[in-house]
C-alpha cells in the first residue's frame, strides 16, 4: 500500500485517552492533514448537506424501522443507517464530522466486525459483502505502536496493518531530532523489523512497543524470514 499520504508531516499530540497512561516525556504522533471527508487517504463524495449516516440523538423514525448499525468508540455508542453500499470509510469520515467525535482523533481508525476485535474491515468495501448485517455491533479503533527512542524518550504512533517499518522511523524522525534514517534500526524483542515489509506481514503483536536502535547496536539480530 503506498505510504505516501500517511507520511507527510507527521506531529506529536496528546490524546485524552492517553493522557493518564503516558508517562513522563511520551508523546503520541500523528499525522497533521485534512480529515475533512477524508479517510484512508481517500476523498469521499460529499453528501448532501445535513446527510450523514449518524443518527442524531433524537431523532424519531415513522412507519418501518430504519435498518442501522451501532458503532462503539470509547465509551460511546453511535448509532448509524445502514446500508447495501455502506462502506467503514463512509461510516468513519461522518462520526469524524459529527459531534460524537473528532476527525483529528480518527486518524488510521479501523472498523473491526463484532466477532473479532483484532480483526480490521477494508476501509473501501462495502460493509455488506463484509458480512455486516442490520443491527451488528463494530467497534472503532485506532491502534498505537509504543516507540522506544535510543534517547530514552518514548512515543506513541497511530498504525494501520498496512503500514510498512520504514512508516515507523519515518514518523519519528520528522517530529524528532535524530541522525539519518540509515543509522537507526527498528527492532521488535531485540530483532531487526526489515523497513519494507508491512505491520501486517511481521508477525507483531496487537500494539506493540518496538525499539529504534543505532545500527552497530550489539544486541540486535536479523529477523528471521517466515518459512
Not at 493518564?20 to 485534512?34: F, H, K, S
Request: some cysteine; charged content about 20%; glycine content about 4%.
Amino acid at each position: 500500500m503506498d505510504q505516501g499520504p500517511f507520511l507527510e508531516r507527521p506531529i506529536a499530540r496528546e490524546d485524552k485517552r492517553h493522557c493518564d497512561m503516558l508517562q513522563p516525556g511520551t508523546t503520541e504522533i500523528g499525522n497533521q492533514r485534512d480529515m475533512t471527508n477524508m479517510v484512508g487517504g481517500k476523498r469521499k463524495f460529499l453528501p448532501e448537506e445535513g446527510n450523514t449516516v449518524v443518527i442524531p440523538k433524537k431523532r424519531r423514525f415513522r412507519g418501518t424501522p430504519q435498518q442501522k448499525i451501532l458503532i462503539l468508540w470509547r465509551n460511546v455508542t453511535i448509532p448509524c443507517t445502514f446500508s447495501a453500499l455502506l462502506t467503514p470509510a463512509t461510516v468513519i469520515t461522518d462520526i469524524g464530522n459529527s459531534e460524537r467525535a473528532s476527525s483529528a482523533a480518527l486518524i488510521k481508525a479501523t472498523l473491526t466486525p463484532p466477532d473479532n476485535l483484532l480483526a480490521t474491515l477494508h476501509l473501501d468495501t462495502p460493509l455488506s459483502v463484509q458480512g455486516i448485517h442490520n443491527g451488528d455491533i463494530l467497534t472503532l479503533l485506532v491502534q498505537h505502536a509504543t516507540i522506544l527512542h535510543p534517547y530514552d524518550t518514548q512515543h506513541l504512533v497511530v498504525y494501520w496493518e498496512e503500514d510498512t517499518m520504514q512508516y515507523f522511523l519515518t514518523a519519528l524522525r520528522d517530529i524528532s531530532p535524530i541522525p539519518p534514517l540509515s543509522e537507526f534500526i527498528l527492532c521488535h524483542n531485540e530483532l531487526h523489523l526489515d523497513p519494507t515489509r508491512r505491520f501486517q506481514d511481521c508477525n507483531l503483536p496487537h500494539e506493540p512497543t518496538l525499539h529504534v536502535r543505532f545500527n552497530n547496536h550489539p544486541d540486535t539480530h536479523a529477523r528471521n524470514e517466515p518459512t
